[in-house]
């Protein structure tokens, strides 16, 4: 088994910054593939973006190119740093973990934090 925390969320204005922190711990040798998922109220959950522990390749959805990072260190911490925040970016941000690589959708990803909400106020 695998177990993510996630930490970090909060209330930020539009234009604003915040910066997710999930650690995992357990069988991380199992995983491959680190990602971040969120969920708005009524909406289902969708890819923010992915990692490997390996090498660092980083995979983004379109909606948060240029304005989200992903990135992890050798403690086996994985962080998302958010700027330029927008309102449609409020939900609940899930940390997962996969043993697949390349993988963006919900179904590979069998590991899963309890979330951190993350509101942002126009």
């Known amino acids: 088994q695998v177990q993510l925390v996630e930490s970090g969320g909060g209330l930020v204005q539009a234009g604003g910054s915040l910066r997710l922190s999930c650690a995992a711990s357990g069988r991380t040798s199992s995983t491959n593939t680190m990602g971040w998922f969120r969920q708005a109220p009524g909406k289902e959950r969708e890819f923010v973006a992915a990692?490997?522990?390996?090498?660092?390749?980083t995979n983004y959805a379109d909606s948060v190119k240029g304005r989200f990072t992903i990135s992890r260190d050798n403690a086996k911490n994985m962080y998302l740093q958010m700027h330029s925040l927008k309102p449609e970016d409020t939900a609940v941000y899930y940390c997962?973990?996969?043993?697949?690589?390349?993988?963006?959708?919900?179904?590979?990803?069998?590991?899963w934090g309890q979330g951190t909400q993350v509101t942002v106020s126009s």
């Open positions: 997962a973990a996969s043993p697949y690589l390349y993988r963006n959708d919900r179904g590979a990803y069998p590991y």
């Open positions: 990692i490997r522990w390996s090498g660092g390749i």
